[in-house]
C-alpha cells in the first residue's frame, strides 16, 4: 500500500520565511495545473502504481484550500480509480482567511477527512512578521467553519523561534491553541532557509534570529504544555490526542512506499526516489508535450535504505522496533552500526527500551547530530 501526496504549488502571497516549492501571482495558471495533474494520474494508473491500495491521500501546497472546488472536481472523478482504503486519511492544508463555510462544508461532503491549518502564531505582530496574510481573528473563524462543517479531525501548525517572540507570547499561543482542543498540533522551529526574505534580512544583519538556549527552552515549553493538555507527544514536532496521529507523515517516518504529484514532488516505489520538475509552467508543459514530469531519480542502496529508516523511524519518539529493523534487512541495528551506537550509547543520546531503539530526552533536543552518524555504513 502507499501513501500518496499531491502538491498544489500556488499561494495568495509568499511568506517571508518559506522556502517550499510554492508560487504567488501565479493563479493564472490554474486551470491547465489541474489539467496537466490530471495527465500525470492516469500515467501512473497505466502503470498500475495504484493497483497496491492507497492508504492515505494529502493535498499539501502551497495552499490548497484556495482550490477546493477544483480539488473536489478532481477527487470525484480519480478517487474511485485509486482503490483506496476505507478508513484512509484524506487530508487537505488549508490557510486561515482562504475558504468560505460554504466550501468547508462542501468539502466535509467529499472524501476529505481531515484539515491541517497553518496557524503560525496568534499574535498579530508576529503574523505579520512571519508574511502572513491573515490575522488572529482568521484563526479562531476558518477553526469554527471547519468544527460547523463536521471535521473532527483538524491539524494546527504553530512557529517558535520567531523573531521578536518572546517566552510569554510562545506561551499564549500554545494555550489559545490548546483551547480550541485540535486533534493534532505541529509545533516547528523556524529555520532560516536559503532564497527566503528571512535569509536576505539575516544575512544583511537587519533579521537577529533568537539564540539555540532560548529555541530550546521554547521547545521544552511546548513539549511541556501540550503534553499536560494530554496530547502525546510522538514525534520530534508533533503531537496528538489518542487515535489522532498523522497516518499520512507516520508512512515518511516509517520510510514506506509513497508517490508524490504536482511539481517538485518526491515518490518511494520499490527502493527508487524520484521528484518531479520544481517550476508550474516546466511541469504543465512536459504532461501537455506527453512527456514525464520526472527529472531526477535515485535507486537507493541497501546502505542508504537502512540509514533513512533508522534516521526517519529515531523521529518518533518511541523509536524503531529492533526486530523490525533486523526482518526488513537480514541484519540487526547493533551489527549494522556498532561504532555509532556504542558512541551515542556512551553519551547518552540514544537508549534501548522493550525492543526499541529511541532518541532519549537529550537526544531528541540534537537529533540532526545523532542522525548524522548514522550516514556512513560500517564495515
Ligand atoms: S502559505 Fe505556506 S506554502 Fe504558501 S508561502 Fe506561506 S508558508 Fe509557504
Given at each position: 500500500?502507499?501513501?500518496?501526496?499531491?502538491?498544489?504549488?500556488?499561494?495568495?502571497?509568499?511568506?517571508?520565511?518559506?522556502?517550499?516549492?510554492?508560487?504567488?501571482?501565479?493563479?493564472?495558471?490554474?486551470?491547465?495545473?489541474?489539467?496537466?495533474?490530471?495527465?500525470?494520474?492516469?500515467?501512473?494508473?497505466?502503470?498500475?502504481?495504484?493497483?497496491?491500495?492507497?492508504?492515505?491521500?494529502?493535498?499539501?501546497?502551497?495552499?490548497?484550500?484556495?482550490?477546493?472546488?477544483?480539488?473536489?472536481?478532481?477527487?470525484?472523478?480519480?478517487?474511485?480509480r485509486w482503490k483506496v482504503v476505507?478508513?484512509?486519511?484524506?487530508?487537505?492544508?488549508?490557510?486561515?482567511?482562504?475558504?468560505?463555510?460554504?466550501?468547508?462544508?462542501?468539502?466535509?461532503?467529499?472524501?476529505?477527512?481531515?484539515?491541517?491549518?497553518?496557524?503560525?502564531?496568534?499574535?498579530?505582530?508576529?503574523?505579520?512578521?512571519?508574511?502572513?496574510?491573515?490575522?488572529?481573528?482568521?484563526?479562531?473563524?476558518?477553526?469554527?467553519?471547519?468544527?460547523?462543517?463536521?471535521?473532527?479531525?483538524?491539524?494546527?501548525?504553530?512557529?517558535?523561534?520567531?523573531?521578536?517572540?518572546?517566552?510569554?507570547?510562545?506561551?499564549?499561543?500554545?494555550?489559545?491553541?490548546?483551547?480550541?482542543?485540535?486533534?493534532?498540533?505541529?509545533?516547528?522551529?523556524?529555520?532560516?532557509?536559503?532564497?527566503?526574505?528571512?535569509?536576505?534580512?539575516?544575512?544583511?544583519?537587519?533579521?537577529?534570529?533568537?539564540?539555540?538556549?532560548?529555541?530550546?527552552?521554547?521547545?521544552?515549553?511546548?513539549?511541556?504544555?501540550?503534553?499536560?493538555?494530554?496530547?502525546?507527544?510522538?514525534?520530534?514536532?508533533?503531537?496528538?490526542?489518542?487515535?489522532?496521529?498523522?497516518?499520512?507523515?507516520?508512512?515518511?517516518?516509517?520510510?514506506?512506499?509513497?508517490?508524490?504529484?504536482?511539481?517538485?514532488?518526491?515518490?518511494?516505489?520499490?527502493?527508487?526516489?524520484?521528484?518531479?520538475?520544481?517550476?508550474?509552467?516546466?511541469?504543465?508543459?512536459?504532461?501537455?508535450?506527453?512527456?514525464?514530469?520526472?527529472?531526477?531519480?535515485?535507486?537507493?542502496?541497501?546502505?542508504?535504505?537502512?540509514?533513512?529508516?533508522?534516521?526517519?523511524?529515531?523521529?518518533?519518539?518511541?523509536?524503531?522496533?529492533?526486530?523490525?529493523?533486523?526482518?526488513?534487512?537480514?541484519?540487526?541495528?547493533?551489527?549494522?552500526?556498532?561504532?555509532?551506537?556504542?558512541k551515542l550509547f556512551h553519551l547518552?543520546?540514544?537508549?534501548?527500551?522493550?525492543?526499541?531503539?529511541?532518541l532519549t530526552r537529550e537526544g531528541?533536543?540534537?537529533?540532526?547530530?545523532?542522525?548524522?552518524?548514522?550516514?556512513?555504513?560500517?564495515?
Amino acid at each position: 500500500m502507499i501513501g500518496l501526496y499531491i502538491h498544489i504549488p500556488f499561494c495568495a502571497s509568499k511568506c517571508y520565511y518559506c522556502d517550499f516549492n510554492s508560487y504567488a501571482g501565479k493563479g493564472n495558471l490554474a486551470g491547465s495545473f489541474f489539467e496537466a495533474l490530471a495527465l500525470e494520474v492516469e500515467s501512473y494508473l497505466k502503470q498500475g502504481v495504484f493497483d497496491q491500495g492507497v492508504q492515505t491521500i494529502f493535498f499539501g501546497g502551497g495552499t490548497p484550500s484556495l482550490y477546493i472546488d477544483e480539488i473536489i472536481e478532481f477527487l470525484n472523478v480519480y478517487y474511485p480509480r485509486w482503490k483506496v482504503v476505507s478508513d484512509a486519511e484524506i487530508t487537505l492544508e488549508a490557510n486561515p482567511g482562504t475558504g468560505t463555510a460554504e466550501k468547508f462544508e462542501k468539502l466535509r461532503k467529499s472524501p476529505v477527512n481531515r484539515l491541517s491549518f497553518g496557524f503560525q502564531s496568534f499574535h498579530p505582530t508576529i503574523l505579520k512578521k512571519l508574511g502572513r496574510t491573515h490575522g488572529p481573528e482568521d484563526l479562531f473563524q476558518a477553526f469554527q467553519m471547519a468544527r460547523n462543517a463536521g471535521f473532527s479531525n483538524i491539524n494546527c501548525d504553530l512557529i517558535f523561534a520567531i523573531p521578536g517572540q518572546t517566552l510569554e507570547m510562545w506561551q499564549e499561543d500554545l494555550d489559545r491553541l490548546i483551547g480550541l482542543h485540535p486533534e493534532h498540533i505541529s509545533i516547528y522551529n523556524l529555520t532560516l532557509e536559503e532564497g527566503t526574505r528571512f535569509w536576505d534580512w539575516y544575512a544583511r544583519g537587519t533579521l537577529k534570529m533568537p539564540d539555540e538556549d532560548l529555541q530550546l527552552t521554547l521547545y521544552q515549553l511546548g513539549i511541556e504544555r501540550l503534553s499536560k493538555a494530554g496530547y502525546q507527544h510522538y514525534e520530534i514536532s508533533n503531537f496528538a490526542l489518542p487515535g489522532f496521529r498523522s497516518k499520512h507523515n507516520q508512512i515518511y517516518w516509517r520510510n514506506e512506499e509513497y508517490l508524490g504529484l504536482g511539481p517538485g514532488a518526491f515518490s518511494y516505489l520499490s527502493g527508487r526516489r524520484f521528484s518531479n520538475v520544481r517550476g508550474i509552467e516546466e511541469y504543465i508543459q512536459r504532461l501537455f508535450k506527453g512527456d514525464s514530469p520526472v527529472v531526477e531519480e535515485e535507486i537507493i542502496s541497501r546502505n542508504k535504505q537502512m540509514a533513512e529508516t533508522l534516521m526517519m523511524h529515531l523521529r518518533l519518539t518511541e523509536g524503531i522496533p529492533l526486530a523490525y529493523f533486523q526482518d526488513r534487512f537480514g541484519v540487526s541495528v547493533e551489527e549494522a552500526y556498532p561504532q555509532a551506537l556504542q558512541k551515542l550509547f556512551h553519551l547518552k543520546l540514544i537508549e534501548r527500551v522493550d525492543g526499541y531503539l529511541r532518541l532519549t530526552r537529550e537526544g531528541l533536543y540534537v537529533a540532526n547530530e545523532v542522525f548524522i552518524e548514522f550516514l556512513d555504513p560500517e564495515p
